[in-house]
Nanobody
């Protein structure tokens, strides 16, 4: 089974940038997507973005489009999330997750491996 470890979270002012990393350890065979989800206090977890591991095809939520970019380095088994123009509403715990289902890149129930999360706080 895959293990995922996130890093790169922190405190940033509105308008600033952060880059999150997710190291996917162990066996990546059979992984279709690696995605980023987030959960703010008192809110449900929501999809942010995902990338098809083999082809690099990307998917974004409406709130992420134009501000966030997901990339992956298959040689390093790492997925990155570059977040620009951050706003206070982006404050959340960001989770990296892996899915072995080929047809659900944006649905959190399709992801069966999750990291512990990294806190992102955007101050106004």
């Amino acid at each position: 089974q895959a293990q995922l470890v996130e890093s790169g979270g922190g405190l940033v002012q509105a308008g600033g940038s952060l880059k999150l990393s997710c190291i996917v350890s162990l066996d990546t065979f059979g992984i279709y997507y690696v995605g980023w989800f987030r959960q703010a206090p008192g809110k449900e977890r929501e999809f942010v973005t995902s990338i098809r591991w083999s082809r690099g095809t990307t998917y974004y939520s409406e709130s992420a489009k134009g501000r966030f970019t997901i990339t992956r380095d298959t040689g390093k088994n790492t997925v990155y999330l570059q977040m620009n123009t951050l706003a206070p509403e982006d404050t959340a715990v960001y989770y990296c997750a892996a899915s072995r289902q080929y047809d659900s890149p944006t649905i959190d129930s399709a992801y069966d491996q999750w990291g512990q999360g990294t806190q992102v706080t955007v101050s106004s």
